[in-house]
């Protein structure tokens, strides 16, 4: 694979993904739970997707439970805690994993061409950030205590690289 649109994606609610909707757009993958400390982020994810959409970013955000069991609720309860609790209107995936023998494809690929520190592959906790440029290349990959707001100047040049 070479381009995040050539993944097979499902949205939240089990219908499959748009994946070409991808295509010529920056996009941050980040995977989220609705327990966990750096929750607050969803706030700054939706004022990134809100800020920068018309411009070409996408936000996606990809529900785990692999650390501290932090989104143990099923869809429908994550629905409802992003409307509710953080008014998130960026996309939203299906719940999966993002290490280990069920990781997603896509996430298996994102860390390989952006290791994280001492060249692991491993995600290592809830809303760790992947930034995919226009291409659909992963180009960056930033820590869970990584604000979303400090990704701006990343986010503004790749935006300007398609314009």
Not at 64 to 79: L, R, S, V
Not at 109 to 118: D, F, H, M, S
Not at 123 to 139: A, C, H, M
Request: net charge negative; with cysteine; aromatic share 12%.
């Amino acid at each position: 694979m070479s381009h995040i649109s050539e993944f097979e994606l499902t949205a939240l609610d089990g219908t499959p993904f748009p994946v070409e909707s991808l295509d010529g757009k920056v996009v941050l993958l980040v995977n989220v739970a609705s327990h966990c400390g750096f929750t607050p982020q969803y706030r700054d994810l939706e004022s990134l997707w809100q800020r920068f959409r018309d411009k070409g970013l996408v936000v996606l955000g990809f529900p785990c439970n692999q650390f501290g069991q932090q989104e143990p609720g099923d869809a429908a309860e994550i629905a409802e805690f992003c409307s509710t609790t953080y008014p998130v209107s960026f996309p939203l995936l299906a719940k999966g994993d993002v290490n280990g023998p069920d990781a997603h494809p896509l996430y298996e690929w994102a860390k390989q061409r952006c290791p994280g520190l001492l060249g692991l592959e491993a995600v290592k906790w809830n809303f760790t950030k992947f930034l995919f440029d226009r291409e659909g290349e992963p180009v960056a990959r930033y820590a869970p205590t990584t604000k979303p707001e400090s990704l701006v100047p990343d986010i503004e040049t790749l935006l300007a690289q398609g314009e």
